[in-house]
């Protein structure tokens, strides 16, 4: 059973760097069977896809996002990560770790597996 | 990029009565659509991918309808724990964004 687990700070002052981490269990971070992508939720609204990595290294992100966002893996520790730069009172949310299927899954794209959510406050 | 449009809002109901809930996609996703639900303070759970496969555990109360364009997520008689949020999510583009959200609230 997959299980991931997130950690990092849930206050980030204006203009900084926002950075959280997921860790893997129950599968190897290098595995074809998953993306591995983060999701935001700004608190009262909808879910908003943030981008993922895939274990080829690929990363795809959200247009909106893509100049402040790197996503990235460290398969020493079966862990990917989040940054999110110059962040402002809008990036607000609960971010969520996700194991969206990979290409050669049933479906692929289709989120099993979420982390437990962190809330992240932008504030100075 | 494909946009999904979620309605209504909000769906006032009963305990046991039928809920229909709509995703309608600015252009077509095949039948790339899955649907999932939201309690407050949790992460979304899977229900339905692909536009009518229930996924693993899902009870069959939970249906899913359409393809192309417009797509319905029906739940045949509302359990008290059915009372969340539902959204919708296209796999035919990457990213796979979701919709808006529909509220399923007791009556």
């Known amino acids: 059973q997959l299980q991931l687990q997130q950690s990092g700070p849930g206050l980030v002052k204006p203009s900084e760097t926002l950075s959280l981490t997921c860790t893997v269990s129950g599968a190897s971070i290098s595995s074809s069977s998953y993306y591995w992508g983060w999701i935001r939720q700004p608190p009262g609204k909808g879910l908003e896809w943030i981008g993922s990595?895939?274990?080829?290294?690929?990363?795809n992100y959200n247009p909106s996002l893509k100049s402040r966002v790197t996503i990235s893996v460290d398969t020493s520790k079966n862990q990917f990560s989040l940054k999110l730069s110059s962040v402002t009172a809008a990036d607000t949310a609960v971010y969520y770790c996700?194991?969206?299927?990979?290409?050669?899954?049933?479906?692929?794209?289709?989120?099993?597996?979420w982390g437990q959510g962190t809330l992240v406050t932008v504030s100075s | 990029e494909i946009v999904l449009t979620q309605s209504p809002a909000t769906l006032s109901l009963s305990p046991g009565e039928r809920a229909t809930l709509s995703c309608r996609a600015s252009q077509s996703v095949s039948s790339y659509l899955a649907w999932y639900q939201q309690k407050p303070g949790q992460a979304p759970r899977l229900l339905i991918y692909d536009a009518t496969n229930r996924a693993t555990g899902i009870p069959a109360r939970f249906s899913g309808s359409g393809s192309g364009t417009d797509f319905t997520l029906t739940i045949s008689s509302l359990e008290p724990e059915d009372f969340a949020v539902y959204y919708c999510q296209q796999r035919s583009n990457w990213p796979p964004f979701f919709g808006g959200g529909t509220k399923v609230e007791i009556k």
């Open positions: 996700a194991a969206p299927r990979g290409i050669a899954a049933v479906a692929p794209g289709v989120i099993d597996y």
């Open positions: 990595i895939y274990y080829t290294g690929t990363t």
